[in-house]
């Protein structure tokens, strides 16, 4: 796509400080990192979103996310790391391509999710949502 940011940084047309690329992914530093050394693993082609995104890829994604999470935590010493794959504007995905995001955690680092917790009024309502995945599986 040529208006997609990612795919300009495949292309070579916008730089980028890659950390590895192979036939179908590239991997390369967040230029607005939520904790310095964060990465983004980047399919080469355009896939948007998650749900028409094919499982191969997928499993590629998140392999490769795998490798740099276990360079992170060597090359870093983090002592932790969240891997996260965003989808649609109301999840907090910013560039319409398919990514996950591969971020090294340090006990001291500081930074926290915002993470409130909900709760169900009761189980049938849980159920009921339940059922509602299942008829669509």
Known sequence: MRDCIFCKIVEKEIPATVIYEDDDVLVFM??????KGHALVISKKHYD??????DEMLAKLHVTAKRIA????????ADGVNIMQNNGTA???????IHVHVIPRFSD???????NAKKYNDFDEMKKLA???????
């Not at 967040?30 to 904790?35: A, K, M, N, T």
């Not at 979103?49 to 094919?54: A, F, G, N």
């Not at 680092?109 to 993470?115: A, L, R, V, Y």
């Not at 059922?131 to 599986?137: G, M, S, T, W």
Request: hydrophobic letters at 30%.
């Open 109 to 115: 680092d500081g930074h926290h999710w915002n993470w």
């Open 49 to 54: 979103p998650v749900t028409e995104t094919p």
């Open 30 to 35: 967040d230029i607005g990192p939520i904790i």
């Open 91 to 97: 999840a907090g995905q910013e560039v319409p391509h």
């Open 131 to 137: 059922d509602k995945l299942r008829e669509q599986l």
């Open 70 to 77: 276990q360079a992170q935590m060597n090359g870093f010493g």
